[in-house]
């Protein structure tokens, strides 16, 4: 798997809403035509989704930036702005999506799963929506919102039915690229392998996915070497091959690599699990006693058996979990109004409907400003400051709007 990336960063840009037009109708003969301001187009999306067709985080490498389209500016004769057309990032099944401070937002396990990562900006209205009994003549209008803009981190775990484990130069890669059609890196020492390798295998009407783990050492699961990167491709395998060299201590071999499973996460001792003795054409006399299943992955010697054991294990472990019926999609929840105190004493609103309706109104016009009030109002702002405590005179911020507070 030449190039294969399992950690990248990826920043997301959606795309920004056009703004809502001023205009009033002009015909002959209609000296006071009424308002025909057309709204702006919303801004792009932009989406993950998993997909087959990657099979690792490469392109985000040396490439982290997707951005989505931003929606075109309404015009008169109410005529609406294009909507900015969304963006589809596809990320490898079993892909984690996590913030810059750590916190999981998404888990893109199976193949269409798909997670709203930035939402575009909506498009502001024109004057004619802002047409009333009591203003007939609406000489503002709302800009576009800007785009969310948002950086994460993204982890992939392999999503493998099988997973083999086993110290370095073991013969997991020599393994894997006889039972399947993997061709690894191999070669006659240890820490050959630097990156998992995946392999298809094929039995009778069945297949699985193999994965070839990077070899562990004492210490893994504490972070030593690479040992965080290895174990993670681990979480998600639904059977355990743990492949002990039958040319030095298997005793000890398996009790290295069942601690440091159970260290990193201890439920993995409790997945279906085979022991396997690898290098059995070179296999010394104290291991002749070795009653679990020998194979030499270069004779070929077990390998059928090997093959039909797993085949057996893989159905009945799928059998257990079985796969979701349909994708996922995973959108972020609404957001309300919330009142904090800023450490200047000033009272700071957040939530993004309250944000919106500042940012996009241009307040420095007399009407505009009294339907940002009553928009406000309607969404509940006078209400949560007076519960905040907040007093005349205070000094109150919502996005980059600052006003004193009057009640009422």
């Known amino acids: 798997m030449p190039g294969f990336v399992d950690q990248a960063q990826l920043h997301v840009k959606a795309g920004d809403g056009g703004a809502g037009a001023v205009s009033f109708r002009r015909e002959a003969h209609v000296p006071r035509g009424g308002p025909d301001g057309g709204d702006g187009g919303k801004g792009g999306d932009v989406w993950l989704v998993a997909s087959r067709d990657v099979a690792s985080l490469l392109a985000f490498k040396d490439h982290p930036h997707r951005r989505a389209e931003s929606g075109t500016h309404g015009a008169g004769r109410a005529r ?41 900006g909506r ?30 981190n993204l ?70 070497g690479l040992g965080h990167q290895f174990l993670r491709h681990i979480e998600r395998a639904r059977v355990l091959v743990v492949l002990l060299d039958l ?45 679990g299943l020998r194979i030499s992955a270069i004779l070929g010697d077990g390998l059928p058996e090997l093959v039909r054991k797993l085949t057996q294990l893989v159905a009945e472990a799928r059998a257990t979990l079985p796969e979701p019926e349909q994708y996922v999609v995973h959108r972020p929840e609404p957001e309300g109004v919330v009142v ?35 928009r406000l109002k309607r969404l509940g702002v006078d209400r949560a400051l007076a519960r905040a405590g907040a007093r005349e005179g205070d000094v109150v911020h919502i996005g980059g709007f600052t006003f004193e507070y009057e009640p009422d």
Do not use: C
């Open 123 to 152: 498009g502001g209205k024109g004057n004619a929506r802002f047409l009333s009994n009591r203003l007939r003549a609406p000489a503002f209008a709302e800009q576009g919102e800007v785009g969310q803009e948002r950086w994460f």
């Open 340 to 374: 904090e105190r800023g450490p200047d004493g000033a009272f700071v609103v957040k939530g993004r409907p309250a944000e919106r309706a500042v940012a996009v109104s241009d307040i420095t016009n007399v009407q505009a400003l009294a339907y940002v009030q009553q």
């Open 155 to 224: 982890e992939l775990k392999l999503m493998a039915d099988v997973a083999l484990v086993g110290f370095p130069n073991v013969g997991k890669s020599t393994l894997i690229s006889r039972i399947s059609a993997a061709k690894p890196k191999i070669a006659d020492y240890p820490f050959t392998t630097l990156e998992p390798n995946l392999g298809v295998v094929r039995f009778d009407d069945a297949e699985f996915v193999v994965a070839d783990i990077p070899g562990l050492i004492e210490g893994a699961s504490e972070g030593k």
């Open 247 to 291: 040319t030095g201590d298997i005793a000890e071999q398996q009790r290295i690599l069942l601690h440091e499973l159970g260290n990193y996460q201890p439920d993995l001792l409790d997945r279906p699990r085979l022991v396997i003795g690898s290098k059995a054409d070179m296999a010394t006399d104290d291991n002749a006693g070795f009653d």
């Open 80 to 120: 609406h702005g294009k909507r900015g057309a969304d963006i589809t990032v596809k990320v490898p099944e079993g892909t984690v999506v996590k913030d810059l401070e750590g916190n999981v937002v998404a888990d893109l396990l199976y193949e269409g799963d798909r997670w709203l990562a930035a939402e575009g």
